[in-house]
């Protein structure tokens, strides 16, 4: 796809990409995790302001995506269920639309009966994290009560694999400077158990500082360095089938007018890593589906539109931060006023 194109889709009021975190609450406390996992269930409102939104828009829609995140997204599985038979039923109504969904999701949940549900649902591609074979991940991708949680994960994995389910599974695979070398058991058990199934791909992804309580704790990789060690573990995928490919060209959703993110809250965002920075809110959504927007907070996400900027348009919240004055708050989250 050509930059402009790119550029278009980001544009286009004919597409709606909607982040819907049904709650922020986890069942896991992952060592590197940058959210607080304050808030809880998506209140019944909030719920039916997103039915409402999508209905307004239908008439003029091609193309409807969903995104599920949160917190872990399957402990609100009811919600997930709600909006995603909202969204068939309304693609179904409005001839011309296109409608799918993906899941960010730890899964410890899914099974593979659950994997076949969500499928009919629209619900066909998800991310799932990995940090290394048993040892290594249960060091760091733990419980609420501190046990680890490889061997269910891998199981489900395998389970949803034995499904006919029309799905693809993204495996993201964790590392930092310390432990990539110690990555080889887990490809190798991969390579063994996913390399023939085009439904399974992997992505290697270093682990960074983006907040949190261990956030010091963290070594950052550099990029020279990060482009090194992908090179290395890529090579050893079973095919380069397996390596899940990045679109150089692709504008980040945060960047993009037509892609926003709902808080359990109500509250409107854009950028699922900066959940709790006062500039992430830029407007709240109402019960009956408008989107009152706080258009000076809005717009700094939208700069790289505007101006092209390269950096701008691959990662707004990078851009932020380098330009962010001191004075601001990154702590608390912060109440817009209501646009009226």
């Not at 828009?57 to 709600?82: C, D, I, K």
């Not at 709902?262 to 920075?277: R, S």
Request: proline share 3%; glycine share 8%; hydrophobic share 35%.
């Amino acid at each position: 796809m050509s930059h402009g194109a790119v550029l278009a889709d980001a544009l286009d009021a004919g597409q709606l990409n909607l982040i819907v975190l049904p709650t922020e609450k986890c069942n896991f406390d992952c060592v590197y995790c940058y959210e607080d996992h304050e808030v809880g269930a998506m209140g019944a409102d909030v719920i039916q302001g997103i039915e409402k939104l999508i209905e307004r828009r239908a008439p003029t829609l091609r193309s409807l995506r969903v995104s599920w995140f949160g917190g872990e997204p399957l402990l609100q599985l009811s919600t997930v269920r709600r909006l995603s038979k909202f969204c068939v039923s309304t693609a179904e109504r409005f001839e011309g639309i296109s409608y799918e969904a993906d899941m960010t999701t730890n899964g410890y949940l899914l099974g593979g009966e659950l994997a076949l549900e969500l499928s009919a649902l629209g619900v066909k591609t998800y991310q799932i994290s990995l940090d290394g074979d048993q040892e290594q991940h249960d060091k760091t991708r733990v419980r609420r009560g501190g046990q680890g949680s490889f061997a269910r994960i891998y199981k489900n994995l395998r389970d949803v694999q034995a499904t006919s389910a029309n799905l693809r599974v993204l495996i993201r695979i964790h590392y930092t400077a310390q432990t990539y070398e110690a990555l080889d058991p887990l490809i190798e058990r991969i390579n063994a158990d996913f390399g023939e199934d085009p439904r399974f791909t992997v992505h290697f992804k270093a682990i960074e500082p983006l907040g949190g309580p261990n956030n010091g704790r963290i070594a950052k990789v550099d990029r020279t360095e990060q482009a090194r060690i992908y090179g290395l573990l890529t090579s050893k995928l079973k095919t380069s089938a397996q390596v899940e490919r990045i679109d150089s060209l692709s504008v980040c959703y945060a960047s993009a007018g037509n892609s926003f993110l709902i808080y359990p809250t109500g509250e409107i965002g854009k950028c699922t890593v900066a959940l709790h920075d006062p500039r992430n809110v830029v407007g709240t959504l109402d019960v009956d589906g408008r989107m009152r927007l706080e258009r000076s907070v809005l717009f700094g996400w939208l700069r790289g539109l505007e101006t092209r900027e390269a950096d701008w348009l691959a990662c707004p919240w990078r851009r932020m931060k380098a330009a962010e004055s001191t004075q601001a708050s990154t702590t608390d989250r912060y109440r817009l006023p209501v646009v009226r």
